[in-house]
């Protein structure tokens, strides 16, 4: 069993996509254990994606990302890190494939609706990052 953190961005919240995204995970029998609606400061921002912060797009990744709320989930289930990523589509929604929540909704490689943790390593330091453990109904 594994658990992956899954976060509507800000576009996607700001275009009514909430029920959406929400809408294929339960279709596809994700199970989400724990949910919050928040908005990052710049700073909470720069600290989720502290990976990234040698990459060009860092400033305006981050800007982004803290400029309006977002929606993060804990996600649960057998294969669920790679499940989130088949249901996302590429990271460039010009490379997603049909039918992917990024192909279908996503403007730019930037502005491209969720997010979703790309290994059980990464899965566990995202979602600690947002949720503790009395948050998390396993
Ligand atoms: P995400 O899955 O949240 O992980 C890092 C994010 O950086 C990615 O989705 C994109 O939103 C963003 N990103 C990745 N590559 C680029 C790029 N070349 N230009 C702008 N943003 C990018």
Not at 27 to 51: D, Q
Not at 82 to 93: C, F, Q, S, Y
């Amino acid at each position: 069993m594994e658990r992956t953190l899954s976060i509507i961005k800000p576009d996607g919240v700001s275009h009514g996509l909430i029920g959406e995204v929400i809408r294929r995970f339960e279709k596809s029998n994700i199970k989400i254990v724990g949910m919050k609606l928040l908005k990052m400061t710049k700073t909470e921002a720069e600290g989720f994606y502290m990976v990234h912060k040698e990459r060009p797009f860092f400033d305006s990744l981050t800007d982004f990302m803290s400029s309006g709320p977002v929606v993060v989930m804990v996600l649960e289930g057998e294969y669920v890190i790679d499940k989130n990523r088949r249901l996302m589509g590429a990271t460039n929604p010009e490379e997603a494939d049909e039918g992917t929540i990024r192909k279908d909704f996503a403007t730019e490689i930037e502005k491209n609706v969720v997010h979703g943790s790309d290994s059980p390593e990464t899965a566990s330091v995202e979602i600690a990052y947002f949720f503790n453990r009395f948050e998390i109904v396993g």
